[in-house]
């Protein structure tokens, strides 16, 4: 057995517990009485030993205000126990209230019921090593918020580098800026100049078109008036072609459809509702002048003709078969490329004119030719008398039958020209076209002429061989009818000049006097069957304006040309001209 070793007692035990370095207390019921506090505790409390037996806030009245004594009375009632560490206390040290820190623990001590017997009290006074801590974290801290500044430092300092490049660019900009702020204010002053320029060309332009308008709106009245004019203009023309009893025609080639009025529609047979065309037309035509008339119509078409249509043709009704003569007097009309667009004219009824001219023509046809037995009778009486006085020495009566003669010839001409006119208007006068050189003709007409004129100076200038086929004869009639109208009409002893020229394989020959001339209305007119000129200069010329119109006919038969070049008081130069051989 183990001797049982001597326990202390309650006091002692208290003597030893007093001994801990850790500060400790014991307190009893609700208001923390210190029953026991080592020596540790006092010190830490700075209190001595009186405060045993004492409630906590009688022996540390500092505590008052601050959470231990209510935590005393919470660890107490609920048998519980409270810790804190870092705990702030504020205690009066001789007479000086002062702060530490303290790690502590209130444990209640229970009785085996659960009942609190007391309250066991430890603490560590840590205030050195949580005012060192602190000062250490502060000293962190100040160190942090040194770093950090100085990391804000840098940051500023980077921030302000980036500020100063930021602000260099900005002032860059702004420069450029600047720039192109004066850039565009320029440009907006050179487009504002512009556009000033540019209002007031628009508004002289404005001024234009207004005058422009203003003219056009004239113009219009004026069209209108004009307009007004064509109109009553047109109802004139369409009295006039009524009374005068034209009829009228407008050809579109590009259909060959005709438009007519209804007048002429009842010569074609038509009725007014009836359409028009080209062949209808030509069908109707005497299959005697047909090929002439389409010949006529393709001619005028042709640009270089210069447009004009005229021709006389026969129609033949096709209901009753009657003939009827008309003239068509037309002109072609050409678009810039000189294609024709249109024939348009007129056609008279001449068929009464025609039996005039036929009736007359006979008339002078059957006198010429009864004429021309007792002339010939007579111009043969002549010979034989010229000879009988001749041989007598009888020198007056010579001269006298020389003159009668002379005169007979006149005559014989005259009524052989007559005689032309009838037979080429009853379409009986004859061509007999053989080669021939111009140059003999003209040679042999010389030889004539120097024997019969001799009231001027004749030059014949010299000719080439010049071959055409013609009829000679009617050829001379042509020439010698030049030639002696320039002896009629040009002052004695004055020149006539005859030539013949080639050109464009082309005979041409001219006769050109230095006589009274022709005014250019005469000229039109004077290839006229019966046309003269009458004034003062031709009235005692004799004549009977058939000698040119002859010399046309015959012309044309030869697919010639007959033409004038004059000037009146200068003379005149007549031609004719031949395509050669
Ligand atoms: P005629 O001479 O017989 O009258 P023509 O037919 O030969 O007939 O001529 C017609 C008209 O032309 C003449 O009346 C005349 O007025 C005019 N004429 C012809 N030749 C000339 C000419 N060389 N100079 C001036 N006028 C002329």
Request: with cysteine.
């Amino acid at each position: 057995m183990e001797p049982i070793p001597p326990f202390l007692s309650n006091e002692q035990l208290l003597e030893v517990l007093s001994a801990t370095k850790t500060p400790t207390a014991i307190h009893v019921s609700e208001t923390a009485i210190i029953q026991m506090a080592n020596d540790a505790m006092l010190l830490v409390w700075g209190k001595d030993r009186s405060v045993i037996g004492k409630s906590l806030e009688n022996a540390l009245p500092e505590l008052k205000g601050q959470p231990f004594i209510d935590l005393f009375k919470k660890v107490w009632n609920e048998g519980s126990t409270i810790s804190g560490t870092d705990a702030p206390a504020h205690l009066e040290i001789e007479g000086i209230v002062q702060t530490f820190y303290f790690d502590f623990e209130y444990r209640a001590i229970l009785s085996n019921e659960g009942k609190t017997l007391c309250i066991l009290h430890t603490a560590t006074d840590i205030t050195e090593r949580f005012l060192r801590l602190e000062e250490q974290k502060r000293a962190n801290e100040s160190e942090d918020a040194l770093n950090r500044e100085q990391l804000l430092n840098e940051e500023l300092a980077s921030t302000n580098e980036e500020l100063k490049s930021t602000n260099d660019e900005l002032h860059e900009t702004q420069q450029s800026l600047m720039d192109l702020n004066y850039e565009l204010e320029e440009r907006v002053s050179t487009r504002i100049q512009e556009v000033e320029e540019l209002n007031k060309q628009l508004s002289t332009k404005n001024r234009e078109f207004a005058l422009a308008n203003k003219k056009q709106i004239a113009y219009n009245n004026e069209l209108a008036e004009v307009n007004e004019k064509l109109k009553s203009s047109q109802d004139e023309l369409q009295l006039a072609i009524s009374t005068a009893s034209l009829a009228t025609f407008d050809l579109n080639p590009a259909t060959n459809h005709f438009v007519g009025n209804d007048l002429l529609k009842a010569w074609f047979g038509l009725k007014p509702e009836q359409e028009i065309e080209l062949n209808t037309a030509t069908d109707v035509i005497d299959e005697a002048d047909r090929k002439r008339v389409i010949l006529a119509i393709s001619h005028a078409m042709d640009y270089t003709s210069g447009g004009d249509y005229d021709t006389v043709y026969t129609i033949l009704n096709p209901e009753n078969l009657i003939p009827r003569i008309v003239r068509a007097k037309g002109k072609a009309l050409f678009n810039e490329q000189r294609q024709p667009v249109r024939l348009s004219g007129v056609l008279q009824d001449i068929t009464e004119q025609k039996q005039d001219d036929q009736r007359k023509n006979d008339f002078i046809g059957m006198v010429s030719h009864e004429l021309k037995t007792p002339l010939t009778s007579i111009y043969a009486y002549i010979y034989i008398m010229i000879a009988h006085a001749q041989k007598n020495k009888d020198n007056f009566t010579t001269g006298l039958l020389e003159k009668a003669k002379i005169q007979m010839v006149k005559m014989t001409t005259m009524i052989n020209g007559f005689l032309d006119v009838s037979r080429l208007e009853s379409g009986k006068i004859h061509i007999d076209k053989q080669p021939f050189n111009m140059a003999d003709l003209i040679k042999e007409t010389e030889d004539e002429i120097i024997i019969t004129v001799t009231t001027h100076q004749i030059i014949f200038e010299p000719v080439e061989p010049t071959f055409v086929c013609a009829d000679k004869d009617k050829i001379g009639h042509v020439l010698n009818n030049f030639i002696s109208n320039a002896v009629k009409y040009s002052p004695h002893a004055s020149a006539i000049q005859v030539a013949c020229i080639t050109k464009n394989n082309r005979a041409i020959v001219s006769v050109q006097d230095k006589g009274i001339g022709i005014t250019a209305k005469d000229k039109d007119r004077l290839f006229d069957r019966f046309y003269r000129v009458e004034n003062t200069q031709t009235k005692s010329i004799a004549g009977f304006g058939i000698g040119l119109y002859l010399s046309a006919e015959i012309i044309q038969r030869h697919e010639g040309k007959i033409w004038v070049e004059s000037e009146l008081d200068k003379g005149s130069t007549f031609y004719f001209s031949l395509p050669m051989v």
